[in-house]
């Protein structure tokens, strides 16, 4: 299978081949604060199964890792660390152009999860914005 994906102005794309080695929603602190979101979802596939069209930033989010961004629109995209994930890269799954082509195999670093998360699944849910009335 390939699938592919991009930042949200496109000036970064991206393609994969094959399946993830896994994918998992990752609560941890340093994801957060780097996404600004309560979870990120992550596709891990070996290094040379990805092409990337396009010049990312990155910055080192940890002695060993490295987070790369559009220098553009700042959409964070991957993920590596030769410490972690020799040979390998992990994808913001969400930026896929088809985000539902890889399912969820696990909620990961849950101990860091905010409190809030754990039941989201059972608030109200609307398929746009609720109206003023309720």
């Not at 496109?10 to 994801?31: K, N």
């Not at 590596?80 to 913001?92: H, L, M, N, R």
């Not at 969820?104 to 699944?121: C, D, N, P, V």
Request: net charge negative; hydrophobic share 30%.
């Amino acid at each position: 299978m390939t699938t592919a994906g991009q930042c949200h102005c496109g000036a970064i794309r991206y393609q994969v081949s094959g399946e993830p080695l896994h994918h998992a929603l990752c609560h941890c602190t340093d994801c957060r604060r780097s996404s600004g979101a309560p979870a990120v979802a992550w596709a891990l596939f070996p290094r040379e199964d990805v092409t990337i069209s396009g010049e990312t930033r990155d910055y080192a989010s940890s002695e060993h890792a490295r987070r790369h961004f559009c220098p553009d629109c700042g959409t964070g995209l991957f993920y590596t660390s030769e410490a972690v994930f020799p040979g390998k890269i992990d994808i913001q799954s969400a930026t896929l152009d088809d985000p539902d082509a890889f399912p969820l195999g696990a909620q990961i670093q849950t101990a860091e999860r905010i409190g809030w998360m754990e039941k989201a699944h059972e608030l109200p849910q609307f398929e746009r914005f609720p109206s003023e009335d309720g």
